[in-house]
């Protein structure tokens, strides 16, 4: 985090969103450097006193840059149109991300090495193991979070037949879930930690069942 003081949670104010737009329109350094201010009191200040006031429960948490990587990019905007921040958990981490359209809030394992899907998909057609998952995701979605499923396959993946019955998760790419909130009054109010926590406890079995799977993060320190 910053070296400043860190303030208690309040939400994040309106002129946050205001500033998101403001950089859509005009993605350059001089109108990041010019208001550089905004973006730490208004943006990246809230999203670190959040992660100060739920470390004890979560763990510490990392802030993303805001610079994008543009190497090989056609688009060379040098700014991200978001701001998100991570913590880590063997089963892959939290996530929490604010942009105009409103804040994001979940968690899992995203874009798995090729050696650690290999572990999740083994374990999604193991009887045991993968009724394990349904009732984690049915429990997951009376929560109002949805799986991500952007990439996911479109047949089977080798080695397994398209009529398993989980044949739907075996295709999946991440074992990720979240949930978006549009802009609201809460947003800008000390309520918007209540829905980011909610949404980490609902995701925390996903992780822990990723973890289970996996013995090289069963070796890591939760």
């Given at each position: ?34 208001h550089r201010s905004t973006y730490d ?73 090729s050696r650690q899907l290999g572990s ?88 822990d069942w990723c973890a289970a799977q ?9």
């Amino acid at each position: 985090m910053a070296d400043r003081a860190i303030r208690p949670f309040t939400g994040w104010p309106p002129e946050a969103l205001d500033w998101f737009r403001g950089l859509e329109v005009n993605n350059s350094r001089a109108w990041f450097q010019e208001h550089r201010s905004t973006y730490d009191d208004a943006v990246r200040g809230p999203l670190e006193s959040l992660l100060a006031e739920v470390a004890d429960e979560f763990g510490d948490g990392k802030v993303a840059r805001p610079n994008r990587d543009t190497r090989f990019s056609a688009d060379k905007s040098p700014y991200k149109l978001q701001i998100y921040a991570t913590i880590p958990h063997p089963g892959g981490g939290w996530y929490v991300q604010l942009r105009e359209e409103g804040l994001f809030a979940g968690g899992g394992l995203y874009a798995p090495e090729s050696r650690q899907l290999g572990s999740l998909r083994a374990a999604i057609a193991d009887d045991r193991a993968g009724a394990q998952l349904e009732s984690v995701i049915a429990r997951l979605r009376s929560d109002r979070l949805e799986l991500m499923v952007d990439g996911a396959l479109k047949t089977a993946p080798r080695g397994f037949s398209v009529d398993h019955p989980r044949i739907a998760l075996l295709r999946l790419r991440h074992l990720a879930a979240g949930v978006q909130y549009e802009p609201a009054r809460w947003l800008h109010t000390a309520r918007a930690k209540d829905r980011v926590v909610a949404a980490w406890r609902a995701v925390r079995p996903l992780l822990d069942w990723c973890a289970a799977q996996m013995p090289e993060a069963r070796r890591q320190p939760s």
